[in-house]
């Protein structure tokens, strides 16, 4: 039985009913309908017989109206650059008086976010690149826009393996028998290598010895010189730290103050690290010694750059391995060549 038919019989049974106890009011009360409606049925009843007391069949609506077509779009597009600091209603009006056909304010107001148009801001930004190309006024806020929209620049920016480290420290937690643990960790600004350890507090001294122990000795045995770390603000890479660097000859740089995007290399690697590991190990076992959280640290980098599959604009589908370790395997400098890193 289909809906339209049990919606047939309930009516019919509803006209039954007060035939049967001789009560409008009663059969309604019972079958918790109104009395309007009741002899709403009923005069259907009594016009059309029972044929008449089937649900109306409702027509299908208008559906979605027809797109823009390519001249409404474009004399939008005139619109937003002749006056970009107003809005869709000064805009629909404007069209009328230019003898263009007629558009609504609202279809309007959802043409613009499509073509990156939904804000008096990004108009204004439309323009001023217009003006450069067109006229020559050429802004240093657009001569950015622009670099960065080409690629020509990037934030942090590296050719070989050695040239750029992004160093960062996250807190894990504090672990029943362990104590607080803190990771410190490193990321390749050319090839994305991964290199971190474990440290028992967050220090000049730990951050020193994790670059001279463990840094330094990765990059000579790969054949690459260790040329600058960048690192933000933070008190562990003072100090000591700066000493370390200046005795090694490697240039020491910062992140301009609350710029975090800048240290996004590091932060996306320790984010990958916290979620894809450390998540997943604290529900399979239990820690009660620090190295065993070196250990279990050590074996998911291995798999990061040895296997894990990278797509990034650095690796290009390659491993962090194959471009680190392929000065002294595989040649490195040629890999780099083919993918268009240098």
Same mark, same amino acid.
């Given at each position: 039985?289909?809906?339209?038919?049990?919606?047939?019989?309930?009516?019919?049974?509803?006209?039954? !009913?007060?035939?049967?106890?001789?009560?409008?009011?009663?059969?309604?009360?019972?079958?918790?309908?109104? +009395?309007?409606?009741?002899?709403?049925?009923?005069?259907?009843?009594?016009?059309?017989?029972?044929?008449?007391?089937?649900?109306?069949?409702?027509?299908?609506?208008?559906?979605?109206?027809?797109?823009?077509?390519?001249?409404?779009?474009?004399?939008?597009?005139?619109?937003?650059?002749?006056?970009?600091?107003?809005?869709?209603?000064?805009?629909?009006?404007?069209?009328?008086?230019?003898?263009?056909?007629?558009?609504?304010?609202?279809?309007?107001?959802?043409?613009?976010?499509?073509?990156?148009?939904?804000?008096?801001?990004?108009?204004?930004?439309?323009?001023?690149?217009?003006?450069?190309?067109?006229?020559?006024?050429?802004?240093?806020?657009?001569?950015?826009?622009?670099?960065?929209?080409?690629?020509?620049? !990037?934030?942090?920016?590296?050719?070989?393996?050695?040239?750029?480290?992004?160093?960062?420290?996250?807190?894990?937690? !504090?672990?029943?028998?362990?104590?607080?643990?803190?990771?410190?960790?490193?990321?390749?600004?050319?090839?994305?290598?991964?290199?971190?350890?474990?440290?028992?507090?967050?220090?000049?001294?730990?951050?020193?010895?994790?670059?001279?122990?463990?840094?330094?000795?990765?990059?000579?045995?790969?054949?690459?010189?260790?040329?600058?770390?960048?690192?933000?603000?933070?008190?562990?890479?003072?100090?000591?730290?700066?000493?370390?660097?200046?005795?090694?000859?490697?240039?020491?740089? +910062?992140?301009?103050?609350?710029?975090?995007?800048?240290?996004?290399?590091?932060?996306?690697?320790?984010?990958?690290?916290?979620?894809?590991?450390?998540?997943?190990?604290?529900?399979?076992?239990?820690?009660?010694?620090?190295?065993?959280?070196?250990?279990?640290?050590?074996?998911?980098?291995?798999?990061?750059?040895?296997?894990?599959?990278?797509?990034?604009?650095?690796?290009?589908?390659?491993?962090?391995?194959?471009?680190?370790?392929?000065?002294?395997?595989?040649?490195?400098?040629?890999?780099? +060549?083919?993918?268009?890193?240098?």
């Amino acid at each position: 039985m289909t809906l339209e038919d049990k919606v047939h019989a309930t009516r019919l049974l509803a006209l039954q !009913r007060a035939d049967e106890l001789g009560n409008v009011s009663e059969a309604c009360r019972a079958l918790g309908i109104s +009395r309007s409606l009741f002899y709403r049925w009923k005069d259907r009843f009594e016009r059309y017989g029972r044929d008449g007391l089937h649900p109306r069949r409702q027509g299908a609506g208008r559906g979605r109206p027809p797109g823009l077509s390519v001249q409404d779009e474009q004399a939008i597009l005139a619109m937003a650059l002749s006056y970009p600091t107003c809005g869709p209603c000064f805009y629909s009006l404007q069209l009328v008086r230019n003898n263009h056909r007629y558009l609504s304010s609202s279809t309007i107001y959802r043409a613009l976010p499509r073509m990156g148009l939904g804000t008096r801001q990004q108009r204004l930004v439309v323009l001023e690149q217009h003006s450069a190309w067109r006229a020559g006024l050429l802004t240093e806020r657009t001569r950015r826009q622009l670099a960065r929209a080409r690629g020509q620049r !990037r934030h942090v920016e590296a050719k070989e393996p050695g040239e750029l480290v992004c160093l960062d420290t996250f807190y894990i937690g !504090r672990l029943k028998g362990v104590g607080k643990v803190w990771q410190i960790t490193a990321c390749d600004a050319a090839c994305s290598y991964a290199t971190a350890r474990i440290v028992p507090a967050n220090t000049a001294e730990h951050a020193a010895r994790f670059l001279v122990d463990v840094l330094l000795p990765l990059y000579e045995a790969a054949g690459w010189p260790l040329q600058r770390v960048l690192t933000d603000w933070g008190s562990e890479f003072r100090g000591e730290f700066d000493a370390v660097c200046q005795n090694l000859e490697i240039r020491h740089t +910062r992140t301009k103050p609350r710029h975090a995007w800048t240290h996004g290399f590091v932060e996306r690697l320790q984010g990958t690290i916290l979620h894809a590991h450390w998540r997943v190990a604290f529900r399979k076992r239990y820690f009660t010694q620090r190295r065993e959280l070196e250990w279990s640290l050590q074996i998911y980098l291995a798999f990061y750059n040895d296997e894990r599959p990278h797509q990034g604009y650095r690796t290009r589908g390659l491993r962090p391995a194959d471009l680190c370790w392929g000065a002294t395997c595989i040649g490195a400098t040629s890999v780099l +060549r083919d993918i268009g890193i240098s």
